[in-house]
């Protein structure tokens, strides 16, 4: 029906939190080369070891996104959880971001994407538009956006399916309304309600997900990978592989 139309549809994934190898991380190295599917690994710079980058070396298809600094919250306790929300000075969070991009650019080289995704999908809009000052050119949350820049020189590339039911304590979001929900993700871009320039965003997180969101996730990669209506891109037009 897409290719009937004319219509491509890209799609791009996104893992979070990696800051050391784990059987959980090989596995989704495992599904990416599978699938021939890129995958963006989101590291939390403070903590991350040489022994992810050694490990990263055999998987062609990685790249490497600065998530946060340490992955801490500084939000008051009756808000929501962020890392660089309006809750400090700006240089203070434009010091970390920078300190982080600078230590994932040195750990991982020529993998090293300027695509900044802030913890928890907050960031402020200050912090945005102050990115390009420290080296990155790209913001990723969760959901559609609202215009392809969030601020001038900062494109914005978010993520669209997230299969964890976190409000209910984890686990895979019921598959019934996973479903509908990217099938009217999909019609709404076909018919030109959404902004289909965006690439398509599944977000994973493999330390913490069960087997049945293992299973959805390598679903998921093959309808993608199968379909000759989808294309896996780089969300910032960068290799789809290295080595």
């Not at 929501?80 to 230590?103: C, N, S, V, Y």
């Not at 020529?110 to 913890?119: I, Q, W």
Request: no cysteine; hydrophobic share 40%; charged share 20%.
């Amino acid at each position: 029906m897409w290719r009937d139309e004319g219509l491509r549809l890209p799609v791009w994934w996104r893992d979070d939190d990696a800051v050391e190898p784990t059987p959980a991380l090989e596995r989704l190295m495992a599904l990416s080369a599978g699938h021939g599917a890129p995958l963006h690994l989101a590291v939390i710079p403070k903590p991350a070891t040489e022994r992810l980058a050694d490990a990263l070396q055999s998987a062609p298809l990685s790249r490497v996104l600065p998530h946060g600094w340490q992955h801490r919250n500084h939000a008051p306790a009756d808000q929501k959880k962020a890392e660089f929300g309006a809750h400090r000075p700006l240089t203070d969070m434009l010091d970390e971001i920078a300190a982080g991009w600078q230590r994932i650019r040195d750990m991982f080289g020529e993998r090293a994407v300027p695509l900044f995704t802030p913890p928890w999908n907050r960031i402020s809009a200050e912090v945005i538009a102050s990115l390009p000052g420290v080296g990155l050119r790209a913001v990723s949350t969760f959901g559609p956006r609202k215009g392809q820049f969030s601020a001038a020189g900062v494109l914005q590339v978010n993520t669209h399916v997230d299969p964890i039911a976190w409000h209910e304590g984890g686990g895979l979001v019921d598959t019934t309304r996973l479903d509908a929900q990217m099938a009217s993700d999909l019609l709404q871009r076909r018919s030109g309600q959404s902004d289909n320039s965006e690439p398509y965003g599944l977000l994973t997180h493999h330390l913490v997900q069960d087997e049945a969101t293992w299973d959805f996730t390598a679903r998921v990669l093959e309808l993608f990978s199968a379909s000759d209506a989808a294309a896996w891109v780089s969300p910032i037009e960068l290799p789809a592989r290295i080595g």
